[in-house]
Each structure stands twice: as structure tokens, then as C-alpha cells.
């Protein structure tokens, strides 16, 4: 089953705004990471965020954990047209050397 | 640096034909290696791992199977091809403590007819 679900399914805005995706899990975690998936392409692994940290930033990406309200998000300032994509949160399972993936968000960014 | 290489990068087979599908990681050694499956509009559904030479486990008892014949070398396979089995076919490699960073390859387009 997977562990988690991301919100919204789908999201559109312009250039230069802000895009903020959720994701919750069910289960407590060492770790959640968020991947980007551009159309037809393989996922691209953008950051890990650790159960003992609550934010993390790298360029225009923030990642927020919540581990009591078990979620987190995913804040992309300033957005691109080239930041259009399908971003997945991605936990681990508890047992095995397997990933769980939400459905994703699919975020449009229109210039 | 590493790579992954999957091929062919779209398939159209008919129902009942068998499937082959590779995948190989260049640059590192020892990896783990997977195969995720998404269907349109889902997320991706872990079908088989792989944390060494033989060593398959496989997640979904469907008509598929893995093979790992070398070490860097990921084969999914099917004798028989169901329309069920039509998606976006994903291979995945990581390796180490942080075996859950996972970089993933282009993928193959399967669709069956």
C-alpha cells in the first residue's frame, strides 16, 4: 500500500509564484524525501529531509516535516515554466529496502 | 559519475507475447536495484528489488519475474504479456547506508495490445 498522498493532485499557476505541495504518511519515519518527474522521464531525487529536522532548503526548494501531524511540504519559490512536473513524496517502508511513493502533485506552471 | 541506461525506451507488444526489459548502472558497484511500475495518473508501485547477484524480492505475484545476472545488470521479464501490464516501467538504483536515495533511469513505455 503506499504510505504516502500528496496534496494537491494538481496544482497551476504562473511564473514567479509560489507552488506548496503536502504530503502525509501514516506511519512514523526516519526520513521523507521529495523526487520531481518531468512528462515520460524518471524521477529525480531533489531532497531528504531527516525525522530530527523540521525545515530544509536547497536553491528555491524549502521542505517542512511535521512529524507529529505526520506531513510535510514542499515550497518552490519564485516558480519556472521549467518547474512543471509531477513531484512525488517518497517514505520508507518498514521492512526491506523499498520506497513507498504518493500519487503525486502535477504542478503547471504557465509563463 | 553514475549512470542507469534503460532500454527500449517505448515497446508496443501484443497480448500474450513475452517481455524483456534491461537496465544497467554504470559507476558504481554493488548497487541495489529496482523496478517500479506506474500505471497513468498513479504513483509508482514497487515490482521487484534486488540487493545483490540472485538476490530478487519481488513485491507483486503477478506474471513477471527479475532477474539479475550480473552485478550491475537489471532484466524484467514476462513469458506472457497481459493488457494489464501496460505502463511506465522504471529502474532505480542506489547503494549503501543511504539506500533510500534512489536515482532512477529514463524508463520504458510498454503498451500492450
Known amino acids: 500500500s503506499q504510505q504516502g498522498e500528496e496534496d494537491p493532485q494538481a496544482l497551476s499557476i504562473q511564473e514567479g509564484e509560489n507552488a506548496t505541495m503536502n504530503c502525509s504518511y501514516k506511519t512514523s519515519i526516519n526520513n521523507l524525501q521529495w523526487y520531481r518527474q518531468n512528462s515520460g522521464r524518471g524521477l529525480v531525487h531533489l531532497i531528504l529531509?531527516?525525522?530530527?529536522?523540521r525545515e530544509k532548503h536547497s536553491g528555491r526548494l524549502r521542505v517542512t516535516l511535521d512529524t507529529s501531524k505526520k506531513s510535510s511540504s514542499l515550497l518552490i519559490t519564485a516558480s519556472r515554466a521549467a518547474d512543471t512536473a509531477s513531484y512525488f513524496c517518497?517514505?520508507?517502508?518498514?521492512?526491506?529496502?523499498?520506497?513507498?511513493f504518493g500519487k503525486g502533485t502535477s504542478l503547471l506552471v504557465t509563463p | 559519475s553514475q549512470t542507469i541506461h534503460q532500454w527500449p525506451a517505448t515497446l508496443v507488444q501484443p497480448v500474450g507475447s513475452p517481455l524483456s526489459l534491461e537496465c544497467t548502472v554504470e559507476g558504481t558497484s554493488n548497487p541495489n536495484l529496482y523496478w517500479y511500475r506506474q500505471a497513468a495518473g498513479r504513483g509508482l508501485q514497487l515490482l521487484f528489488y534486488s540487493v545483490g547477484i540472485g538476490q530478487i524480492s519481488s513485491e507483486v505475484p503477478q506474471n513477471l519475474s527479475a532477474s539479475r545476472p550480473q552485478d550491475r545488470q537489471f532484466i524484467l521479464s514476462s513469458k506472457k504479456l497481459l493488457l494489464s501490464d501496460s505502463g511506465f516501467y522504471l529502474c532505480?538504483?542506489?547503494?549503501?547506508?543511504?539506500?533510500?536515495?534512489?536515482?532512477f533511469g529514463p524508463g520504458t513505455r510498454l503498451t500492450v495490445t
Open positions: 517518497a517514505t520508507v517502508r518498514n521492512s526491506g529496502y523499498a520506497l513507498n
Open positions: 529531509i531527516r525525522s530530527n529536522e
Open positions: 532505480a538504483w542506489s547503494v549503501g547506508r543511504e539506500w533510500y536515495e534512489q536515482y
